[in-house]
């Protein structure tokens, strides 16, 4: 059974580390570089990027994500965590930072404020889901080595990706009950 952290600076600790556990894993909450060690994967939950970068950056953990990734960590970012995942942002603050590892750009809050959050039916990776978007990015460009999970109207835009051991999504699906998500990262984790 993998053991997979949870990014636990802000955003949806408990929502994911449920989650993970109903998808087969054994899941802990992550703070520091000495615990970032002890797992086979992450998830960077949704929350605010800003914020979680300041956090990274306070609590040291920015380039030990960096190193870790770029390693082979395998991750999977909902909302906020695809914007960290992301090596490049648009309509980001003055400096903000990433983790970076996926070869896209991010567009932050791209779906709206907070009023505009909708609900949605969408394809991920071959199966019909449903997907809460709560201030929500979307993916404007993916490079070559990128995989389109899926899609979500209104504009046929991009909301799931795959690069490796790297996966996110634009939206929360550790609010809807619903696991295939978190069990299509745990089999990644398998499969590695």
């Not at 993998?2 to 929502?15: F, K, M, N, S």
Request: glycine content about 10%.
């Amino acid at each position: 059974m993998p053991t997979i952290g949870v990014l636990a600076l802000q955003g949806d600790v408990r929502e994911h580390v449920r989650m993970l556990q109903e998808a087969g894993a054994s899941a802990t909450a992550v703070r520091r570089p000495a615990e970032l060690d002890a797992v086979d994967g992450l998830v960077i939950p949704g929350g605010e990027s800003t914020t979680m970068w300041k956090l990274a950056e306070t609590f040291d953990m920015l380039q030990p994500l960096r190193m870790r990734i770029k390693e082979g960590l395998p991750a999977y970012g909902s909302c906020a965590g695809m914007i960290m995942l992301a090596d490049r942002i648009e309509d980001g603050v003055a400096g903000q930072q990433t983790i970076g590892g996926i070869d896209m750009v991010v567009r932050r809050n791209a779906f709206g404020r907070q009023v505009h959050s909708f609900e949605s039916d969408l394809d991920f990776a071959g199966e019909r889901v449903h997907a809460v978007f709560i201030r929500a990015p979307w993916v404007e460009s993916v490079g070559a080595d990128v995989e389109v999970l899926g899609r979500c109207e209104p504009g046929d835009r991009i909301v799931a990706v795959r690069q490796g051991p790297l996966l996110a999504t634009s939206f929360h699906p550790e609010l809807t009950g619903d696991t295939r998500v978190h069990r299509y990262f745990v089999d990644m984790l398998r499969e590695l």
